[in-house]
C-alpha cells in the first residue's frame, strides 16, 4: 500500500526540540522530492520544508518563518523523512504533515500523497 | 511570496447542487494551481492540477479551470461526500502557498 504515516510529535516547551519521522512505503522513495506542511489548529495549510529526490542531490529548501531553526533531512535506505524542530515557538503548534511531491527528482509542488500527521504543541 | 485568496470563504448547498469555488493569485501563475479537498481530522487529498488535470481517483463531477490569475472548482451535482473544505495552491513559484480555504456544508 502506498502510504506515508508520521511520527514524532508531542507538547515540548519553548526553545526547546522536537524530531519528526515519515516513513513511506509503497513507492520509490528515492526518486521523489518530499515536503513538510503544516497546519496550525482550526487554520490553514502552510508549506514548511522540501527536499529533492536522490537524484538531484538531496537539495533543502525552507520557509521564511522556519529557516534557521528546521532541518529537512531523508534517509533512502530506510525510507524516511526527517523534521529537526530547534528553538521552537508556540507559533509553530501545528499538525505536521509529510507530503510526496507528484513528480520524480525535480519539484512540481504538487502533493499527491499524504500523510495522516503528527500533532506538535509547543507550550509551557 | 504569491498570495492566494478563495472566495467564498464557506458556503452552504445542497445535495445535488452545482457549486463553484473561486482563487486568485496575486500574480500570474500561468496553469500551475492545484485544488486539495480535506475533510475533518484528516490531511489533505489532491484533487486537481495543473488548473484542470484531475487526479484518477477524483469524479467527472469535478472540474478545474482558469490561468493566469483566476481559476475556479466546480463540483456538477454535490454528492453528501464532497462536504468538505477546499484548498487551492499556486505551485508557480518558491515557496508554494496555499488559500485560506472554502468550506462547503451542507443546506
Known amino acids: 500500500e502506498v502510504q506515508l504515516l508520521e511520527s514524532g510529535g508531542g507538547l515540548v516547551q519553548p526553545g526547546g526540540s522536537l524530531r519528526l519521522s515519515c516513513a513511506a512505503s509503497?513507492?520509490?522513495?528515492?526518486?521523489?522530492?518530499m515536503s513538510w506542511v503544516r497546519q496550525a489548529p482550526g487554520k490553514g495549510l502552510e508549506w514548511v520544508s522540501a527536499?529533492?529526490?536522490?537524484?538531484?542531490?538531496?537539495?533543502?529548501f525552507y520557509a521564511d518563518s522556519v529557516k534557521g531553526r528546521f532541518t529537512i533531512s531523508r534517509d533512502n535506505s530506510k525510507n524516511t523523512l526527517y523534521l529537526q524542530m530547534n528553538s521552537l515557538r508556540a507559533e509553530d503548534t501545528a499538525v505536521y504533515y509529510c507530503?510526496?511531491?507528484?513528480?520524480?527528482?525535480?519539484?512540481?509542488?504538487?502533493?499527491?500523497?499524504w500523510g495522516r500527521g503528527t500533532l506538535v504543541t509547543v507550550s509551557s | 511570496d504569491i498570495q492566494m485568496t478563495q472566495s467564498p470563504s464557506s458556503v452552504s448547498a445542497s445535495v445535488g447542487d452545482r457549486v463553484t469555488i473561486t482563487c486568485r493569485a496575486s500574480?500570474?501563475?500561468?496553469?500551475?494551481l492545484a485544488w486539495y479537498q480535506q475533510k475533518p481530522g484528516k490531511a489533505p487529498k489532491l484533487l486537481i492540477y495543473?488548473?484542470?488535470s484531475l487526479q484518477s481517483w477524483v469524479p467527472s463531477r469535478f472540474s478545474g479551470s482558469g490561468s493566469g490569475t483566476d481559476f475556479t472548482l466546480t463540483i456538477s451535482s454535490l454528492q453528501p461526500e464532497d462536504f468538505a473544505t477546499y484548498y487551492c495552491?499556486?505551485?508557480?513559484?518558491?515557496?508554494?502557498?496555499f488559500g485560506q480555504g472554502t468550506k462547503l456544508e451542507i443546506k
Open positions: 507530503a510526496k511531491d507528484r513528480g520524480t527528482t525535480l519539484f512540481y509542488w504538487y502533493f499527491d500523497l
Open positions: 509503497g513507492f520509490t522513495f528515492s526518486s521523489y522530492a
Open positions: 527536499i529533492s529526490g536522490s537524484d538531484s542531490g538531496g537539495s533543502t
Open positions: 500574480q500570474g501563475i500561468s496553469s500551475w
Open positions: 495543473a488548473a484542470s
Open positions: 495552491q499556486q505551485a508557480n513559484s518558491f515557496p508554494p502557498t
